[in-house]
């Protein structure tokens, strides 16, 4: 799945650890407590801007509750280096888990449901 973000803030979906940050901090790994395992991914081919235009607030290891602000990226100086803005988010271990449901709603807030892992 992937959405057009809406602001400059990523925040964690759901409680869980950092299990995985970029020095170029455009992407993000997230443990859920059911063990879902999330990449979130700012941007398409971002990280040839190394790190230039993102703030990373948090650590690997690092346990986040839902809501809590991860990382930060400045949306007019990625689109003016010609990136698209895309975010990906992706369940890097499916196979581990039942089928997901998504919302059907064409716009969502960070608090609101955009899909769920069982």
């Known amino acids: ?15 869980g650890y950092v299990i995985m940050t970029t020095p170029t901090k ?9 063990g879902v395992e999330l990449l ?3 941007g398409i081919d971002t990280v040839h801007l190394d790190g230039k235009g993102f703030t990373l607030y948090v650590a690997e290891n690092q346990y986040v509750k839902a809501g809590e602000k991860l990382i930060s990226f ?3 100086e990625i689109s003016a280096a010609g990136y698209d803005l895309t975010i990906p988010i992706i369940v890097t271990n ?6 997901f449901a998504q ?3 064409q716009k969502v ?4 449901y955009l899909f769920s892992v069982q």
């Open 1 to 15: 799945m992937a959405i057009i973000p809406s602001d400059e803030t990523i925040v964690a979906p759901f409680d």
């Open 26 to 34: 455009h992407a993000i790994g997230l443990r859920g407590e059911n």
């Open 40 to 42: 979130i991914h700012i």
């Open 74 to 76: 400045d949306e007019k």
């Open 94 to 99: 499916t196979a581990d888990h039942e089928p």
């Open 103 to 105: 919302t059907i709603q």
């Open 109 to 112: 807030n960070s608090s609101e």
